[in-house]
C-alpha cells in the first residue's frame, strides 16, 4: 500500500489532497446503471481507499443513479474531517441507462440537491459542471448560463466551489469571469492527449486537472511499447500509465476507478513508481505512433 508524503499533494479548493484519488464511477453496476453484483465488496473498496490514504473522492449522482452516492455515505458517513468528495452534474439516465443532458438551471438545482441528499450533506465541496458536448469530447458553445446557475446555488450554500467537466480552454476563460474554477475534468491519458496545452495552461494558474478515463476508460489503453516498458520497470502497464499521469504535470490529479480491492491496491502502488527521462521518452513515442494512423 502506498504510503503518501506531502509531494504527493496538490490543493483543490484550498486544501492540499493527495494526487491518488479514487473514482467511484465503477462502484455502479454494469454500463454504471443499477445497483453493483457486490455491495459489500463497494463498501470495502471505499474503506480500503480511505484508510489507504486517499482523500479525493470523485462520484455523481447520476452514477446508478444513486447508486454509488448511496454507497459511499453507507460506506464513509460521518466523513473523515479531510475527505473531499466532487461530485458532478449536467446530466441524468434515461430508463435503459442512456446518458441525457441536463443543463438548464432547474436541472442543475435539482442535481445538486439529489447529491446533498443520498451522500448526506449539508454543502458540497466541489460540485463540477458537466459539459455533455460529444459525451467524451468537449465542443465549443457558451456554458455560461450553467455556470451561473452553479454560482447560484454557491451564494446559497449549497456548493462550496465550482469546477468543470468536458470543457474547452475558451469555455474555461468564459466560466472565470462567472466564478473561480478550481478544477478542470477531462478525458486525458498516455494515448488520448489532445488537452496537452489545456493541462500546461491549468497548472501555470494553479488549478487541478482531473483526468476522467486515466486508464482508457470502457476502451483500456493498450500498447507493445507500454507493455514493455512495464516489463522493464516491474510494474502492470496500467501503473506506468497512472505513472506517467503523475510525471505529466504536477497539478495532475487521479480519481482512478475500480471495484475490486486489488486493483484498487495496484492504483495506489503506482503513486510510488519512479519513471526516468528514458522511460518518459519511450512512452511518447505512444502518442506519436497514434497521431501517425
Not at 494515448?191 to 496545452?197: F, M, N, S, Y
Request: net charge negative; proline share 6%; aromatic share 4%.
Amino acid at each position: 500500500m502506498s504510503n503518501f508524503t506531502p509531494v504527493d499533494t496538490f490543493r483543490l479548493a484550498g486544501r492540499p489532497v493527495r494526487r491518488m484519488g479514487y473514482g467511484a464511477m465503477q462502484l455502479a453496476g454494469p454500463g454504471v446503471f443499477g445497483p453493483p453484483k457486490d455491495r459489500d465488496a463497494a463498501l470495502a473498496v471505499l474503506r480500503e481507499a480511505v484508510a489507504a490514504g486517499v482523500n479525493h473522492i470523485d462520484t455523481s449522482d447520476f452514477y446508478g443513479p444513486h447508486v454509488t452516492n448511496q454507497i459511499i455515505r453507507e460506506a464513509l458517513h460521518p466523513y473523515p474531517d479531510d475527505l473531499m468528495i466532487v461530485t458532478k452534474v449536467g446530466a441524468v439516465r434515461g430508463n435503459d441507462g442512456s446518458w441525457l443532458p441536463a443543463a438548464e438551471p432547474k436541472d442543475i438545482e435539482r442535481g445538486v440537491h439529489d447529491n446533498l441528499r443520498n451522500l448526506g450533506l449539508d454543502v458540497i465541496d466541489v460540485v463540477n459542471m458537466r459539459i455533455m458536448g460529444s459525451i467524451h469530447a468537449p465542443s465549443e458553445g457558451s456554458i455560461a448560463k450553467q455556470v451561473e446557475a452553479l454560482a447560484e446555488l454557491q451564494r446559497q450554500g449549497l456548493v462550496r466551489h465550482i469546477g468543470l467537466s468536458n470543457v474547452t480552454s475558451t469555455q474555461v476563460a468564459e466560466a472565470q469571469v462567472i466564478a473561480e474554477i478550481v478544477c478542470v475534468q477531462n478525458q486525458y491519458n498516455l494515448v488520448q492527449r489532445e488537452d496537452e496545452a489545456l493541462v500546461d495552461e491549468l497548472a501555470a494558474k494553479g488549478i487541478a486537472y482531473v483526468p476522467f478515463f486515466p486508464l482508457g476508460g470502457f476502451s483500456p489503453i493498450q500498447s507493445s511499447v507500454l507493455s514493455t516498458v512495464a516489463q522493464t520497470v516491474g510494474a502492470t502497464p496500467m501503473q506506468v500509465a497512472l505513472a506517467w499521469l503523475l510525471h505529466r504535470s504536477p497539478n495532475i490529479l487521479l480519481i482512478p476507478g475500480t471495484s475490486s480491492l486489488g486493483h484498487l491496491r495496484e492504483n495506489m502502488q503506482a503513486a510510488q513508481l519512479s519513471l526516468s527521462e528514458a522511460v518518459l521518452a519511450e512512452l511518447d513515442t505512444i502518442r506519436q505512433a497514434g497521431a501517425e494512423h
